[in-house]
């Protein structure tokens, strides 16, 4: 098939065009749920009476549905674009660059979106979908999942849907650790709970603070109510983690000047699942927090990062560099940050 598009991108170049064309404009009416023509055209760089003439055709395919308040994709158009998306990333040069850093970091699989997260909301919530898709393809029935906050995990839960195959009986949803104490929504164990009901399987809660002194930390370390949800999350053989810069997160975690100063001097530059990693993939900081331990996350079967973002890539380097990623999910803008770094 890729030969074949190679070939007719040679021989029928506006073909192909019009093939880019109509996919990114029913690719974005899907993203938007539901969508005015004039919303579309300004988000898509496009001219009303272009789109309308698109839009049109795909109607009459039966691709789209238009509404009083707008247009959305139908149970058809969710399907093509669905076969179409493999094609299209080869299309639009995303395969071979998936290739390379699957190969570089010697990944199982890379999947990547056109686009960059951190300036389109419509690029991260196609991130957030990519993301539940990559998560359903791997976790069966029976399985524990361990999930870290932040908005991109909070927009992975948002996409989830119960897989084809059915819900996930017998499953468990549990955060990778406790919460920072920010937005309930961003939180682990609101996404944690969120994901479960969306795929038909329970989930348990850890509510306790992400950091702790050592006092607190001992002290809750016996308790027995703590103990039992701890035991489970180590248990857990997928986990899905979002990646961050690690002063950024150094700041969300209010941690003083010094301890901040102290990452620095380390060479910290990528945060996740509480640990912090050097540009060579070193971990040079842990933070004392229950949950999720090192030998945990090696010892997963499946262990899915999803982040992207142009200034992600360098974290989401470090913390490839250090080994035991199987799944990256990132959008173009990251992926490309971290081709470059390849060459």
Not at 21 to 37: F, K
Not at 129 to 144: C, K, M, P, Q, T
Not at 148 to 157: M, R, Y
Not at 256 to 285: C, M, P, Q, R, W
Request: glycine share 8%; net charge negative; with cysteine.
């Amino acid at each position: 098939m890729r030969n074949l598009l190679e070939l007719q991108e040679q021989l029928l170049p506006d073909l192909m065009d019009i093939l880019k064309r109509r996919y990114t404009i029913l690719h974005q009416i899907m993203l938007s749920g539901l969508v005015g023509r004039r919303t579309l055209a300004a988000s898509l760089s496009m001219t009303e009476r272009v789109l309308r003439a698109e839009t049109d055709l795909l109607k009459a395919q039966g691709l789209i549905e238009i509404e009083t308040l707008g247009m959305r994709i139908s149970q058809s158009g969710q399907s093509l674009l669905e076969q179409l998306e493999p094609f299209m990333n080869d299309l639009f040069g995303l395969a071979d660059l998936e290739e390379k850093i699957r190969e570089a970091y010697g990944l199982r699989k890379v999947v990547i979106v056109p686009g960059d997260s951190e300036s389109s909301a419509d690029v991260k919530r196609e991130l957030g979908r990519a993301g539940a898709r990559a998560l359903l393809s791997f976790v069966h029935s029976g399985d524990i999942i361990a999930v870290t906050g932040g908005s991109t995990l909070a927009e992975v839960a948002e996409q989830m849907t119960t897989p084809a195959a059915g819900p996930l009986t017998g499953s468990w949803f549990v955060p990778a650790r406790g919460g920072l104490g920010e937005s309930v929504e961003i939180q682990a164990n609101t996404i944690a709970s969120k994901m479960a009901n969306k795929a038909g399987a329970e989930y348990r809660l850890l509510h306790v603070p992400d950091l702790l002194s050592d006092d607190a930390y001992q002290s809750l370390v016996q308790d027995h109510h703590i103990k039992d949800i701890v035991d489970v999350i180590r248990r857990s053989c997928v986990i899905v983690h979002g990646i961050g810069d690690a002063m950024e997160m150094a700041q969300r975690r209010k941690l003083d000047e010094t301890s901040i100063n102290n990452l620095k001097a380390e060479g910290a530059i990528a945060e996740s699942f509480g640990y912090y990693f050097s540009e060579e993939g070193t971990v040079v900081h842990r933070m004392l927090t229950l949950g999720l331990r090192l030998e945990d996350i090696m010892r997963a079967e499946n262990v899915i990062g999803i982040a992207g973002g142009r200034s992600k890539a360098k974290a989401i380097h470090a913390v490839l560099k250090f080994g035991h990623e199987d799944i990256l999910v990132t959008d173009e803008a990251a992926a490309l940050e971290i081709a470059r770094g390849l060459d």
